[in-house]
C-alpha cells in the first residue's frame, strides 16, 4: 500500500503498521513470534516452513550449502532441524521470510531491494557473530535485533516512495548514520525508536526493543548491555563495510572498539571479516540477494591490504606542486603496485578549468596536453579506470591491461580511495594553492604584520610599492622611514600604541620638492585582527595614480548614463523596499522623484494581492498602471528588476502604451462598429444573434427581433443630398442606443438603411412598445418626412438564427406591404 501525502506524526505509527500487515504473510508474524520465545517449539517452526514450499525449498538449499559442511544430503526440515538446530533453522526462515515480503515491494517502488538487504544480512550476521563472546546465550537474539532494525525505514520505503525516492543519496538507504544521508528530518522520531514502536505490537520483549532503539547510539556504546553492544557494531560495521567511499580508518575504529569490550578474536578483526563473509555469501545465495561485484566488495580486501592504500592514496592528498605532481605520484603507485610501467594520468585542474593529460613511460612524462572535455582527450584502448567521487568524474586511470583479474579488485579499490583524497585535496590543497596564487596577482599590496608591526608575509605587490624586496621579517616602520613616506610612521606607530584604535588609514604622497626620484602616491589601509590565539594586523597598499585613472573613467561614464537615461522615452526609477523613488530619469523625472509609486499608481488589472512591492517583484511579466499625473492619467507597462546591492531596492522601466491603448480603442470599435451610425456592424450580427439564442435556451427566456428600415428613404436621399441622408442615419443610430437597453437590446446596421434589434427578455407588447418609442423619436426630428416600417417576431423553438432574421425580414416586408410607417408582428403558424 502506498499514499500520495506522508502521513503526519501523529498518525505515521498507524500507518506504517497498516503497510506492516499488508506486506508480511502470516508466517512471517508467527516465525517471529516463535524467535522471542525463550525455547522456541520446533513443531511450531516446521508446521509454519512446510505451509510455504517456496521457503521449506530456500531453507534446506542454505542448510546444505557449504558453510555448514555437511556431507550428506539433507533432505526435510526436520532433519534440517537435527542438524542445525531450531534456533539455526529459525533465523534462516525468518530471514528469507522477511526479504521474500519485503523485495518485491522495494523493487516494485523503484529502490534497490538487494542493496539494503546486504547491509541488513551483514548486520544480523555480524551482530550475531560478535556476540558469540560477548553474550553467547543471547546471540540468536543479537541477530533477530539487527534482522528487525531498519523495519521502519523499509515501511516508510513501501508506504511513501515517492516522498523517499528523491532524498536518498545512496542505494542502500537503511544506512542511516547522519554522514551517509539526507532525508532523516522527514521522520518526526528517529527511526530506530520508530521500529521499536512497530515491533511492539508483535509483542517483542523489552530488552530486544531498547537494542533496537539504541542501535546507532555508537558514541554510548560502553553504557549498554553485551546484547545491545553486539547490535551497535554490527550497524556500524555494516556501514562501514558497504560504503561508496571506504573510509579503512572506520574499520581500524571498529577493531579498536571491539578489543576494547573484549570480542576481539585472538587473530584479530580479519577473523571476524573472514566468518562474515562466507556466511553472509551462502546466506546471500539461498535468498537470491545478489552481491555487489567482485571488484566493489570491500569485505573481498583485508584490512592491510585496504590500509596499505589507504596510505599510498594519502601522499597524494597533501602533495604540493600542482596535477603534474600529482600525476606523477599516481604513475609511480601503479608501477609500485601492478608494474604498470606506461599509464595516462587525466586529473581535473580548478586552476584552469581544464582537464590535464599526462603520459608517462617508466618515470618520465612524456606528454602533457589539455581538453576543456575529457571526451576531447584521445581514445585509449587499454584498460580505463574512472576516478569517481558521489557521482562527481574527477579523472581517469590509463593502463595498457592488468596481469590478472585478481588484481581488478585491488585497482578498483586504489581508485576508490584515491578518488576521495583527490576530492579532499581540491577543497584543500587546491583551493589553498588558488588563493596563494590570486594573493600574489592582487594589484594591491597585502601584508599581514605581527601586532609590533613586523611583516609575517608580503604579497609581490606589497614590496614592488614599498620599493623594496625580502621585507619579511622586518618592521614596516623601519622600512617607511628609508623612503619617501617616512611622514606617516608618526601616526603608525600612534596607532600601534593604542589598543582602541582598531584601524590605521592614511595617504601618503611625495610633492617631489626635496626627492630626486618620484614617489607614486600611496594609500596605506591597516587592520587590528585578533584571534583566541593571537593578535595580527592587515596591511593593505594602493597605489592611487591606478585609483584617479578608475575615478574618472567611473565618473565619464556615470555622465554618460545619465544623459542617456534622460533623453530616453521610457521612464527610469529606482524604487526602495517601500517602493519610494530616490531615483527617476525622463519626461517626468521632477514628478515621480521622492514620491511613492504604489501611491501615485494603480494597477489596470484587478490584483488577488495588494498592490506593493511583492506584487511588482513577483511578477515576472510586464504590469500595465495608471500612472495618476496632474493633469491627466497615463498608462504605462512596468517592468521590475532586482538590484543585487545598494540601498535601492530595485529598479523600473515604464514603457508608455497611452498612445497604443487609444489606437487599439479606435481599432477594436471600428472592427465593432458601423463607422456611421455607431451601432454594431453586420459583421457582429450572428455572433450577437447566436450567443443570445443560446442563453435564451439556456435560461427560459423569450428572446425577440426587429427588423426594420426608412420609409421613402431613397427620394430623401436624391432630394435633400446624401449628405443630409448619413445625418439622418447617424441621428437614428442616436436614437437606437438612446432607447434600448444597455446589455439587453443589441442594435445592428444590417446595411443600407436596414436595421437589426435583438431584444433579451422581451415580449410583443414588449417589442410593440419599442417600435413606437423608435417612431416617435425619428418623427420628433423629421415629421414625416421619413418613417420606419418595423418587422417583429418571437424566438420559437424550432428557430434556427437564419430563420428568425428570415421571418422578421418577411414581418418586415408585410408591414413595407400595407403602406410602411407601421409595424407588424408574425409568428409561425401553429
Not at 604498470?340 to 590535464?356: A, D, K, P, R, V
Not at 489606437?663 to 450577437?688: G, S
Not at 414625416?784 to 428568425?804: M, P, W
Amino acid at each position: 500500500m502506498t499514499h500520495s501525502q506522508p502521513a503526519t506524526p501523529v498518525d505515521l505509527t498507524a500507518s506504517l503498521r497498516g503497510t506492516l500487515k499488508a506486506v508480511f504473510s502470516p508466517a512471517t508474524t508467527q516465525l517471529l513470534q516463535e524467535a522471542v520465545n525463550a525455547e522456541p517449539n520446533f513443531k511450531n517452526i516446521a508446521n509454519i516452513i512446510k505451509l510455504d514450499p517456496a521457503l521449506s525449498a530456500a531453507v534446506l538449499a542454505l542448510a546444505n550449502s557449504p558453510f555448514y559442511g555437511q556431507s550428506g544430503k539433507i533432505t526435510n526440515v526436520q532433519r534440517a532441524a537435527l542438524i542445525l538446530g531450531n534456533n539455526e533453522l529459525l533465523r534462516i526462515a525468518l530471514s528469507l521470510c522477511l526479504q521474500r515480503n519485503l523485495s518485491a515491494v522495494l523493487s516494485a517502488h523503484g529502490f534497490d531491494a538487494f542493496a539494503n538487504w546486504r547491509v541488513i544480512v551483514w548486520s544480523a550476521i555480524g551482530a550475531e557473530l560478535i556476540a558469540e563472546t560477548l553474550a553467547p546465550e543471547e546471540k540468536e537474539t543479537a541477530y533477530v535485533c539487527a534482522l528487525l532494525k531498519d523495519l521502519s525505514l523499509l515501511m516508510y520505503a513501501a508506504t511513501f516512495p515517492e516522498q523517499l525516492r528523491p532524498h536518498v543519496r545512496q542505494p542502500d538507504f537503511v544506512r542511516t548514520s547522519q554522514a551517509l544521508t539526507s532525508w532523516q528530518d522527514m521522520f518526526p522520531q528517529r527511526h530506530a525508536e520508530l521500529t521499536a514502536d512497530l515491533l511492539h505490537s508483535w509483542h517483542l520483549p523489552r530488552p530486544m526493543l531498547e537494542t533496537i532503539t539504541a542501535h546507532h547510539d555508537i558514541d554510548r556504546l560502553f553504557d549498554y548491555s553485551p546484547l545491545t553492544q553486539a547490535v551497535i557494531l554490527a550497524t556500524r560495521w555494516a556501514e562501514v563495510e558497504f560504503r561508496d567511499d571506504p573510509v579503512p580508518d572506520s574499520l581500524a575504529q571498529l577493531s579498536f572498539m571491539l578489543g576494547k569490550i573484549g570480542a576481539l578474536p585472538q587473530n584479530g578483526i580479519e577473523d571476524l571479516r573472514t566468518r562474515c563473509t562466507a556466511r553472509f555469501h551462502e546466506l546471500c545465495m539461498a535468498m537470491n540477494i545478489h552481491e555487489q561485484p567482485l571488484e566493489e566488495r570491500l569485505y573481498s580486501h583485508s584490512l592491510q591490504s585496504i590500509q596499505d592504500f589507504h596510505y599510498q592514496t594519502k601522499e597524494v592528498e597533501s602533495i604540493s606542486g600542482g596535477q603534474q605532481a600529482v600525476a606523477q605520484c599516481i604513475a609511480r603507485h601503479l608501477r609500485w603496485n601492478w608494474n604498470c610501467q606506461t599509464s595516462e594520468i587525466i586529473l581535473y585542474s580548478l586552476h584552469s578549468g581544464q582537464w590535464e593529460h599526462f603520459v608517462f613511460d617508466q618515470e618520465m612524462l612524456t606528454a602533457s596536453s589539455l581538453a576543456a572535455n575529457i571526451a576531447d582527450l584521445p581514445l585509449h584502448l587499454g584498460a580505463t579506470l574512472p576516478l569517481r567521487h558521489h557521482g562527481e568524474i574527477l579523472g581517469e586511470l590509463r593502463i595498457l591491461a592488468l596481469p590478472h583479474n585478481g588484481h581488478k579488485a585491488e585497482a578498483t579499490l586504489y581508485t576508490r580511495l584515491l578518488s576521495q583524497c583527490l576530492h579532499r585535496r581540491a577543497q584543500t590543497v587546491q583551493i589553498l594553492e588558488i588563493k596563494a596564487e590570486l594573493l600574489d596577482m592582487l594589484p594591491a599590496g597585502v601584508a599581514l604584520l605581527t601586532d609590533a608591526g613586523r611583516i609575517v608575509r608580503a604579497n609581490p605587490r606589497f614590496e614592488a610599492c614599498l620599493g623594496k624586496k625580502a621585507v619579511e621579517g622586518q618592521l614596516i616602520q623601519d622600512i617607511l622611514r628609508r623612503t619617501p613616506h617616512a611622514p606617516v610612521v608618526e601616526g603608525w606607530v600612534s596607532f600601534l600604541d593604542n589598543p582602541q584604535q582598531n584601524n590605521h588609514c592614511v595617504i601618503s604622497c611625495d610633492l617631489g620638492l626635496t626627492s630626486h626620484h618620484y614617489a607614486p602616491c600611496l594609500s596605506l589601509s591597516s587592520y587590528k585582527i585578533s584571534t583566541a590565539e593571537r593578535s595580527n594586523i592587515l596591511m593593505l597598499i594602493q597605489d592611487l595614480t591606478e585609483i584617479r585613472i578608475l575615478e574618472t573613467e567611473a565618473l565619464r561614464q556615470r555622465d554618460f548614463l545619465h544623459r542617456l537615461l534622460g533623453s530616453m522615452q521610457d521612464l527610469v526609477m529606482a524604487i526602495d523596499h517601500t517602493g519610494l523613488i530616490t531615483y527617476a530619469a525622463g519626461k517626468y523625472a521632477d514628478f515621480l522623484r521622492g514620491k511613492n509609486l504604489f501611491s501615485i499608481t494603480s494597477p489596470v488589472l484587478t490584483y488577488p494581492q495588494s498592490w506593493t512591492i511583492d506584487a511588482l517583484e513577483g511578477n515576472p511579466q510586464a504590469i500595465e498602471v495608471q500612472l495618476l499625473l496632474d493633469d491627466e492619467p497615463l498608462l504605462l507597462e512596468l517592468l521590475f528588476s532586482r538590484l543585487p546591492s545598494g540601498p535601492d531596492h530595485g529598479l523600473v522601466v515604464g514603457r508608455d502604451i497611452s498612445s497604443i491603448r487609444r489606437l487599439e480603442h479606435k481599432i477594436k470599435q471600428q472592427a465593432l462598429l458601423d463607422a456611421l451610425t455607431q451601432v454594431f456592424n453586420r459583421h457582429h450580427l450572428l455572433p450577437i444573434l447566436e450567443r443570445e439564442i443560446a442563453r435564451a435556451r439556456r435560461t427560459d427566456e423569450s428572446l425577440g427581433m426587429i427588423f426594420f428600415d426608412l420609409d421613402k428613404f431613397k427620394n430623401f436621399n436624391d432630394t435633400k443630398g446624401h449628405h443630409q441622408g448619413d445625418i439622418a442615419l447617424r441621428e437614428l443610430g442616436q436614437i437606437l442606443r438612446r432607447v434600448l437597453r444597455k446589455g439587453m437590446d443589441f442594435p445592428c446596421r444590417f446595411g443600407g438603411d436596414e436595421f437589426v434589434i435583438v431584444s433579451s427578455a422581451t415580449s410583443h407588447p414588449g417589442l410593440m412598445a419599442m417600435c413606437k418609442r423608435i417612431q416617435q423619436e425619428l418623427y420628433a426630428l423629421y415629421s414625416g418626412e421619413i418613417t420606419l416600417s418595423f418587422g417583429a417576431s418571437l424566438l420559437e423553438e424550432a428557430d434556427t438564427a437564419t430563420s428568425l432574421l428570415e421571418r422578421c425580414d418577411q414581418a418586415n416586408y408585410q408591414a413595407k406591404s400595407a403602406g410602411g410607417n407601421t409595424i407588424a408582428l408574425l409568428q409561425s403558424q401553429g
